[in-house]
């Protein structure tokens, strides 16, 4: 409780600080500007959105996304504060992200979106996120906390991010970007695009590869391969016409194929060479595919009234072949028991590091085929008007969403000869799980937003009824005839409340806050409550000679959450949840923007600083050895979880050039739940990484790019799980070459 006094008391410390050393001005920007009506496909649209909304927003712009050119997700976010990560395979393919405290285990707790479309393979039956949009091909990225977050669910309690891919342009352009550098790393990215005055178009096709910067014993690759192609059309009607219609046609498709494992290292060999991979992951390979279709109808009735549809299909079909238990005299021990104990099992660890040949089927491999669906129709109605010294604007939505996860699994038997893995049985398809899980959803929300002169305040509600299922065959039945068939069957119906504010003391300071109910739904396991919480957040954004800035406190309070079995996590990959209990998180997000050289035409020199405190501790004591976290005692840290990170950005910029140097301090989190000090035994310890990025514009159709990563090769672990430790990427140097039309 302590904590949390002086957390709020330095923030409206600041608060006051920021209202008594600005100036007064005579307009309110906001008052000023004609309101418009925002595309359905964003959450803000700009920077001037984001940071005017009553809840703790951020827009990464297409400049700050072409900084670095990231294919990485987690380096996108890692300068968003109260945004909380912990990396997996170096290149960004999977990533875990938090907010604010949520559990970030395949980032299955934020609702995640591409154009404002749910994107997770099944974001209600299924939501691991084993299916990320690749950034390299986004416009923007918007994330969005706080008490206006009602309005996309279903997970409210952290926030929601929005991924905006390129949109069609105003007038024909091209772009061709292509790079090279370490590892046989290359990216290509190709982009053309019209429009003219009924309708318009885009097609882009993106590639990135890399041969992957860990060692097998037989020399083979471990990166990945992965491509996207996006085609969208534009029909509309002329500007002159009475309504204004418009009908966006988007199809996605992309495929990948990457030499990843969920075998990690034991301590000891992770010393001596974190980039060796054992000679059992040698079959390991994650094969997968996603299309999506969207069909987006938009009718203006005027300037005031909008009405919004959007039918979409996401469909995506993965097979992740790894090795998953280890057979020594008849007795199978799962992989991730094995690396943290290897002193207890020597046996079978030496199978895994194939330094002993095994009799057949010792090394067992499971084909993770799963297929995914998620489809629905969503509609928007926008209503706005203005009063006397008022603005008032009412959004109503609905959204129907069907998805479903079909697992279709079995394990092959391989035995290890002199260090190669020999196919020793092949396992019958169905015959490790063969089940559909699925969800029917009904959603709808109202936002309200009244501006009355300084102060805006947004009251809105949410409105889930879920019903969650699963329909499990069995794995005699691969005909799925219904002989042994089980069925269960889950249901939800919640109103989600927020309500937030934003108070303008002038243009360069204001406050703003608000508190909204937290949900996540839970598993289809019948009678399991879904995760709730009461989230409260209040902040202040301001502007001081030069320096702007924005500061914000929250405090989450879980009255039950829920832990979900993922074998990412090293469970059984069941996906059952599990009630934890009571937690409360509280935390701080500070970010600074200056420009050392604001007062000089030829160069801009802009310096980022953010940093975010996140403590977030259990209420109550529970567990047993089934339990993921094991035994846990009131007042123990959440695993997973950095307390403390802070992030710098600095760029010099020209008209002819650029440089820009980021650095991330990851704070040390513990990997089971516990209150001792995190070493190497019980967490993963804190890095301090730098990446550098240079541009040389040659002329305004091309220009010549530069990128390191890691510039200081720094060493360091990322997780201990799904099974062992793995490492972040070494240092790595890439160049290359951009073509404008």
Not at 259 to 269: A, K, M, P, R, V
Not at 376 to 401: A, C, M, P, S
Not at 441 to 450: E, P, S, T
Not at 552 to 569: E, I, K, P
């Amino acid at each position: 409780m302590k904590s949390k006094i002086i957390l709020f008391s330095l923030l409206f410390i600041s608060i006051s600080n920021a209202q008594n050393n600005t100036k007064k001005t005579e307009t309110d920007s906001i008052q000023q500007l004609d309101e418009v009506l925002l595309k359905t496909n964003v959450i803000f649209g700009n920077k001037y959105q984001a940071k005017n909304r009553t809840g703790s927003s951020y827009y990464i712009s297409p400049k700050e996304l072409e900084k670095f050119n990231y294919t990485d997700i987690n380096r996108v976010l890692r300068t968003v504060p109260g945004v909380n990560i912990y990396e997996e395979d170096g290149f960004g393919l999977r990533p875990n992200i938090s907010l604010r405290g949520t559990s970030p285990e395949r980032s299955a707790k934020i609702s995640i979106m591409e154009d404002g479309v749910l994107i997770a393979p099944a974001p209600y039956s299924a939501p691991a996120a084993y299916y990320f949009p690749s950034v390299a091909r986004m416009e923007a990225v918007e994330i969005l906390k706080g008490s206006s977050q009602v309005q996309y669910g279903p997970f409210t309690t952290g926030g929601a991010i929005n991924l905006v891919s390129s949109q069609i342009p105003d007038s024909f352009s091209g772009r061709v970007k292509a790079s090279t550098g370490s590892f046989n790393s290359n990216q290509l990215h190709a982009k053309i695009a019209d429009n003219k005055s009924v309708f318009g178009y885009s097609v882009e096709y993106l590639n990135f590869n890399s041969d992957g910067f860990k060692n097998l014993p037989d020399g083979s690759n471990t990166g990945f391969d992965k491509n996207d192609v996006v085609a969208k059309f534009r029909i509309n009607s002329k500007a002159s016409a009475k309504f204004r219609q418009a009908l966006d046609i988007k199809f996605q498709y992309s495929d990948e194929v990457s030499d990843e494992t969920y075998l990690g290292l034991t301590q000891s060999d992770f010393n001596r060479n974190p980039f060796d991979r054992y000679a059992s992951s040698q079959e390991d390979v994650m094969s997968n595919d996603h299309i999506q279709i969207m069909a987006t109808h938009q009718m203006d009735f005027s300037k005031k009234i909008r009405v919004t549809t959007t039918g979409y299909y996401n469909g995506f079909s993965r097979n992740w072949y790894k090795l998953n238990d280890v057979v020594f005299n008849g007795t199978k021990v799962g992989i991730a028991n094995i690396i943290e104990q290897p002193s207890n099992f020597t046996n079978y660890f030496n199978i895994v590091n194939g330094t002993v040949n095994s009799d057949p089927d010792a090394l067992l491999v499971k084909a993770n085929n799963r297929d995914y669906i998620s489809k629905g129709v969503q509609t928007k109605f926008d209503y706005h008007w203005f009063g006397k010294n008022t603005f008032h604007d009412l959004e109503i939505g609905l959204r129907y969403h069907y998805d479903e996860e079909d697992r279709f699994q079995w394990k092959d038997g391989y035995s290890i000869l002199n260090g190669d893995m020999v196919l020793t049985s092949e396992g019958a398809p169905g015959s490790d799980a063969n089940r559909i899980s699925s969800a029917n959803a009904f959603a709808a929300y109202a936002m309200y937003k009244l501006k009355y002169k300084k102060l805006t305040v947004t009251p809105g509600i949410r409105y889930e009824n879920i019903v969650l299922r699963r329909d499990n065959y069995g794995t005699n039945d691969p005909g799925r005839s219904g002989i042994d068939l089980s069925t269960r069957e889950n249901k939800v119906d919640i109103f989600i409340p927020g309500i937030g504010f934003n108070y303008k003391f002038n243009n360069n300071a204001s406050i703003f806050g608000g508190i909204h109910k937290g949900f996540s739904p839970p598993s289809n396991q019948e009678g399991q409550k879904a995760e709730e919480s009461i989230n409260y957040e209040i902040g202040s954004r301001f502007s001081y000679k030069g320096l702007r800035g924005e500061i914000v406190g929250f405090y989450n309070d879980y009255s039950n959450l829920l832990g979900s079995d993922l074998a990412a996590t090293g469970g059984t990959g069941s996906l059952e949840q599990f009630n934890a209990g009571e937690v409360n998180v509280v935390g701080l997000e500070l970010l600074l923007n200056y420009d050392l050289l604001q007062n000089n035409s030829e160069f801009a020199l802009p310096i980022t600083f953010g940093y975010t405190l996140t403590s977030a501790t259990f209420q109550n004591s529970f567990g047993s050895q089934d339990d993921l976290w094991g035994e846990v005692s009131e007042g123990d840290e959440l695993p997973y979880i950095a307390m403390h990170q802070f992030n710098s950005t600095i760029s010099l910029e020209h008209k002819k050039y650029e440089l820009n140097l980021t650095g991330r301090l990851n704070g040390a989190f513990r990997t089971t739940a516990g209150t001792e000090d995190i070493t190497d035994e019980n967490g993963v310890t804190s890095n301090f990484i730098l990446d550098f990025s240079a541009k040389y514009h040659i002329s305004k159709h091309i220009s010549v790019t530069g990128n390191i990563i890691n510039l200081l090769d720094e060493t360091y672990a990322v997780s201990r799980v799904p099974a062992g430790l793995r490492p972040g990427h070494p240092f790595g140097a890439y160049a290359g070459l951009e073509l404008r039309l």
